[in-house]
């Protein structure tokens, strides 16, 4: 399956921005879609997932009650809506989907598909 993020850009402390990423084929009931992010000079971490099946949703303690996750099936997207931004969000942004055990969901290295990443830039 490939994958096309989009919805990036630059955004004052407060605002809001919705990513949408956009699969190939329709991914649900077969792969969870998650959201990973990458600061310049750190590692990339888990953001949110959704999951396959029954539309549960798992958030990074640093971004829960300010993103949300949500799936289009009818438009093969999955959408992450960004409230309050704050500078330390600033990243490049990366869906993935997979198909791994629930225990593992937040397991980047488990993740077999990836899109491009789109650049979410957080400043005055």
């Known amino acids: 399956v490939q994958l096309q993020a989009s919805g990036g850009g630059l955004v004052q402390p407060g605002g809001s921005l919705r990513l949408s990423c956009v699969s190939s084929r329709p991914t649900v009931n077969q792969y969870h879609i998650a959201w990973f992010r990458q600061a310049p000079g750190k590692e990339r971490e888990f953001v949110s997932v959704?999951?396959?099946?029954?539309?549960?949703?798992y958030y990074n303690d640093l971004v829960k009650g300010r993103f949300t996750i949500s799936r289009e099936n009818a438009k093969n997207t999955v959408f992450l809506q960004m409230d309050s931004l704050k500078p330390e969000d600033t990243a490049v942004y990366f869906c993935?989907?997979?198909?791994?055990?629930?225990?593992?969901?937040?397991?980047?290295?488990?993740?077999?598909?990836w899109g491009q990443g789109t650049q979410v830039t957080v400043s005055s």
């Open positions: 993935a989907a997979g198909s791994m055990v629930l225990s593992s969901i937040r397991d980047m290295r488990l993740y077999n598909y």
């Open positions: 959704i999951r396959r099946t029954g539309g549960y949703t």
